[in-house]
C-alpha cells in the first residue's frame, strides 16, 4: 500500500493535476472534521458512491480517514476493481492537523465557504426576517422564491413563497416577476443558496432590486416566526417567453466568468481522452431530465450543484462539461464553478439538440449484478405471519429509517455490521431492505458471514413495501441522534436542542469566509484575478 505524509498530499492538492481525495468515513463521521477538498466515500456506499465520483480509474487518488485504517480497505477496494495510482494519507486528519495544516467540520464545505465569499466579495444584500414579515404584511410589491428543492420547500416554507430552485432562477425570472419595479427575495434553509440565488440574479443584470433572506427558514424559525408546511407552488414548467432575455443575460455572465464553450464534436473528444476525467452533468430541473436526456449524463440541477459540488464531482482539476436544452441554466452554474476555482468548465453549444446521439453508458456498478436470493413484499408478509423467526434489516440512511420503516425492522450501518451479530445469529431468515433495495443487494455477503439464516433482499426495496400499500412506522427517535454515524445531521433532523443546533450552523457558516483564510489551497475569484480566498 502506498502511503503519503500530509506534506506530499498537501503538494498534490496544489500542483493542478487531477487528484481524487477520498474520506473512507461515514457521512457522519466526515463532518466532523476533515481536509477541506475531500469528498465522502464511506464504506457503506463505496461500490455506488466512487463509481459516481471517479468516471475513470486512473486518475490520482488519495484515500484519508481519521487514522484508524479504513482508509486502508476503502484503497484496496479502489484497486481491485482496476484503479491504479492509489495512495492513502499515513495518519489520517490528526497527521494532517499536526503537520500545521487546517481541518474543517461539516460537509459540502466547498460550496458553503464560496457562498460566504461571494457574499463578501459581490456585497450581497439581505434582510432580517422581522422586516420581512412586516414587508409581507403591509402587501409590499415582492415575491419571495425559495432556490432549495420541492421536497424541502413543501416540508417547510416561508408565507407566500414560491419553489424556484436556484438554477432556475436567472432562467424564469424575466416570466416571474415582469415588473421591474417588484422586490425579489431568494431564501433557502440557511444561507449559501440564499446568497447564490440572490447574487445569481444580480450577476445577470436584471433590473429589479434582489435581497436575500439572512439565514433562511432556520432565521425565520429562530426569530420566532412560522413557517408553513405542505405548501406545492412552483413555477411553471416549460420554457419560459423570456428565454432569449435570459440567455443574454447568461451569456455575459458566463463570458465575464470564462466559461468554455464547445460543439458536440469537442464533447466527443473529451470523452476519447483517456488522460483526463470528464463529467458530463444536466443541469436541468430533475423532472427535464427524467424526461429525456443525454446517454451517460448525470443530472446534477443548477443550484443544487453549486451548493453541493462535492455530491458530483469527485476530482480535482477534472473537465466539467455541462448540458441543458437553451443554454441559460448551463452558462449560469458554469460561471459560479469557474468562480469556486473549477479550471476546465464548458458549456456545449445547442445544448441537448447538440449531443442528442448516444453516448456513454449510465454509471454502472457491477456488483449489483450478483446473484441474490430475491422476496417481494409478499413473500416477506408471509414469512413474517408464518412466524419462522424473520428479521428485517434496513441498512437505509438514518434519517430515512426515521421517517419511514417497515415495522419491526432493525436498522443499521452496513460498515458496522458485527455490532447487530447477536440479533443477527438468532434469525432464521434475514431479509435485507434499503430505500430502493440496492444497497440490500450490495450487503448480502457481509450479512451471511455473520448469520447462518438464509439471507433475501427486498425486491424494490423499503419503495416497494410503501407503494403496496403496506405500513410504515415513522419514529424520530430512532435511531438516537448520536448513532446517526451514516449522516451528517441538520439541525431541524435533532431530537433534541433544534436551536442551539441552528445557532451553531448559522455561525458555522458565516466563520467559514475566515477559515478559509487559514488554508492556502482555497482560492476563489474571477478570471485573471482568482486569489487567495480572504
Not at 440557511?190 to 447574487?199: C, K, P, Q
Not at 473537465?319 to 468562480?339: E, F, N, P, S
Not at 489551497?521 to 478570471?527: A, D, K, L, Q
Request: with cysteine; aromatic share 6%.
Amino acid at each position: 500500500m502506498k502511503r503519503i505524509s500530509a506534506k506530499t498530499l498537501h503538494g498534490w492538492i496544489t500542483d493542478g493535476q487531477e487528484l481524487a481525495l477520498l474520506d473512507a468515513r461515514e457521512d457522519g463521521e466526515f463532518g466532523a472534521s476533515h481536509l477541506f477538498w475531500a469528498v465522502p466515500c464511506g464504506l457503506a456506499r463505496k461500490e455506488i458512491r466512487a463509481r459516481a465520483l471517479l468516471p475513470g480509474l486512473a486518475v490520482r487518488i488519495c484515500c484519508v480517514d481519521d487514522g484508524r485504517g479504513i482508509a486502508e480497505t476503502l484503497a484496496e477496494w479502489l484497486e481491485s476493481i482496476g484503479a491504479t495510482d492509489v495512495a492513502v494519507l499515513e495518519g489520517g486528519t490528526p497527521a494532517w492537523a499536526a503537520a500545521g495544516y487546517v481541518l474543517f467540520s461539516g460537509v459540502n464545505v466547498p460550496s458553503k465557504a464560496f457562498g460566504e465569499w461571494v457574499e463578501h466579495h459581490y456585497g450581497t444584500e439581505s434582510v432580517d426576517p422581522p422586516e420581512l414579515k412586516t414587508w409581507i404584511e403591509s402587501g409590499r410589491d415582492m415575491v419571495v422564491l425559495d432556490s432549495r428543492t420541492l421536497e424541502e420547500f413543501t416540508r417547510m416554507s416561508i408565507p407566500t413563497g414560491i419553489s424556484v430552485p436556484g438554477g432556475e432562477l436567472a432562467y424564469r425570472i424575466g416570466d416571474l416577476v415582469p415588473d421591474p419595479k417588484t422586490l425579489v427575495v431568494v431564501n433557502c434553509a440557511g444561507r449559501t443558496r440564499s446568497i447564490l440565488g440572490a447574487e445569481s440574479l444580480r450577476r445577470a443584470g436584471i433590473p429589479n432590486k434582489v435581497v436575500a433572506l439572512r439565514n433562511g427558514t432556520m432565521g425565520w424559525e429562530l426569530a420566532g416566526l412560522r413557517c408553513d408546511r405542505g405548501r406545492t407552488e412552483k413555477f411553471q414548467p416549460g420554457t419560459p417567453k423570456t428565454a432569449a432575455l435570459a440567455l443574454q443575460r447568461a451569456r455575459a455572465f458566463a463570458e465575464t466568468s470564462g466559461v468554455g464553450v464547445i460543439g458536440a464534436m469537442d464533447l466527443t473528444r473529451f470523452q476519447d481522452d483517456p488522460e483526463r476525467t470528464l463529467y458530463v452533468l444536466d443541469v436541468r430541473d430533475p423532472a427535464e431530465f427524467r424526461a429525456g436526456h443525454r446517454p451517460g449524463s448525470r443530472n446534477a440541477p443548477g443550484g443544487q450543484l453549486v451548493q453541493a459540488t462535492d455530491g458530483w464531482i469527485g476530482v480535482l482539476n477534472a473537465r466539467i462539461v455541462l448540458v441543458d436544452d437553451t443554454g441559460v441554466r448551463a452558462r449560469m452554474a458554469a460561471g459560479w464553478l469557474r468562480q469556486m476555482g473549477h479550471r476546465d468548465v464548458f458549456v456545449v453549444e445547442g445544448g441537448l439538440e447538440a449531443v442528442s446521439a448516444p453516448g456513454s453508458a449510465p454509471v454502472a456498478v457491477p456488483e449489483l449484478g450478483a446473484a441474490v436470493k430475491l422476496v417481494d413484499v409478499t413473500g416477506l408478509v408471509h414469512l413474517q405471519d408464518s412466524g419462522a423467526g424473520t428479521l428485517v434489516l434496513d441498512l437505509g440512511r438514518s434519517v430515512d429509517f426515521r421517517d419511514g420503516h417497515i415495522p419491526g425492522a432493525l436498522w443499521g450501518v452496513r460498515s458496522r455490521l458485527e455490532s447487530l451479530q447477536p440479533q443477527l445469529a438468532a434469525a432464521r431468515h434475514v431479509v435485507i431492505t434499503s430505500p430502493d433495495g440496492m444497497l440490500g443487494r450490495l450487503a448480502v455477503v457481509e450479512v451471511e458471514a455473520l448469520t447462518g439464516a438464509t439471507v433475501h433482499v427486498l425486491d424494490g426495496g423499503t419503495d416497494a413495501w410503501h407503494a403496496f400499500g403496506r405500513p410504515l412506522v415513522k419514529d424520530r427517535t430512532t435511531p438516537a441522534d448520536d448513532a446517526c454515524v451514516d449522516f451528517y445531521l441538520r439541525p431541524y433532523d435533532r431530537n433534541s436542542g433544534v436551536q442551539e443546533a441552528m445557532n451553531a450552523y448559522l455561525s458555522w457558516e458565516i466563520d467559514l469566509v475566515r477559515e478559509i483564510q487559514r488554508d492556502a489551497t482555497v482560492r476563489f475569484g474571477m478570471p485573471g484575478e482568482a486569489h487567495a480566498a480572504a
